[in-house]
């Protein structure tokens, strides 16, 4: 329904940054822990609860280990606490960078992040220099390969979706944040695997930059998202899709 976003290639190259298993499941049970303590612990009562144990689902994580998270969120648990950060940065280029991050040390997280942003060309911007450049929106992406984008796209919009973009196979869905669970669940109760589904931060429209900068930006992703603190990273630029086995 819209122009081209590129979200199926930044998602997939983000999980493949993602892939080690343990560094998914530690970033999921920060994500759950602080929820829990925001919210409360009852997913039923705590949106963003709810999302973040959808994510662990589709992630495979076992029951007990998001339990635990959760209490240890409310404080039945001992458990550390985190704080929410977000960086904005310019990327090699010139694009846009947002980056989240859930730490239990501030400090430790800022010196890294800077020192990460500093090593690979870009600079950290002022707060509000470029988060005007996103909007949050649900994101769910289906197979193209098992379904029609017309089955995808009468379903997605009689259940409340605002947009359906086939993505080079991928066909994603975005809804506002608010209607993301109530069309997550419609979907799922017609048979519809999603291939993922979170509410994240999306672009209004995305930069073409060229190679040398595009390499520059990956390998800047690939390290942001290796560090513990970091949760997710979210830009507006067009990046090649290469390497993508690596």
Do not use: C
Request: glycine fraction near 8%; charge should be negative.
């Amino acid at each position: 329904m819209s122009g081209h976003s590129k979200w199926a290639t930044i998602k997939h190259k983000k999980g493949a940054a993602d892939a080690k298993r343990g560094q998914m499941f530690t970033k999921l049970i920060k994500e759950i822990s602080i929820a829990a303590r925001m919210g409360g612990g009852d997913p039923d009562a705590n949106p963003r609860l709810r999302t973040a144990v959808l994510k662990a689902k589709a992630a495979n994580m076992p029951k007990d280990n998001v339990d635990r998270a959760i209490k240890k969120g409310t404080g039945e648990l001992e458990g550390t606490t985190y704080e929410e950060l977000t960086y904005e940065a310019y990327a090699p280029g010139g694009g846009a960078m947002l980056i989240e991050v859930l730490t239990d040390n501030k400090n430790r997280a800022a010196a890294e992040i800077r020192n990460i942003l500093t090593r690979s060309g870009a600079n950290l911007g002022s707060t509000g220099s470029v988060s005007y450049l996103f909007r949050r929106k649900g994101v769910l992406s289906f197979d193209g390969e098992k379904y029609t984008e017309d089955k995808i796209m009468e379903a997605a919009i009689d259940a409340g979706a605002d947009d359906v973009v086939n993505e080079d196979g991928t066909l994603v869905v975005y809804t506002d944040p608010n209607d993301f669970e109530s069309v997550l669940n419609a979907m799922t109760a017609k048979g519809f695997d999603t291939l993922g589904a979170e509410i994240s931060m999306v672009p209004d429209s995305y930069i073409s930059i060229d190679d040398e900068a595009a390499t520059k930006v990956q390998r800047l992703i690939d390290k942001l998202e290796e560090n513990e603190d970091v949760q997710n990273v979210y830009h507006n630029m067009e990046l090649p899709e290469v390497d993508e086995e690596e």
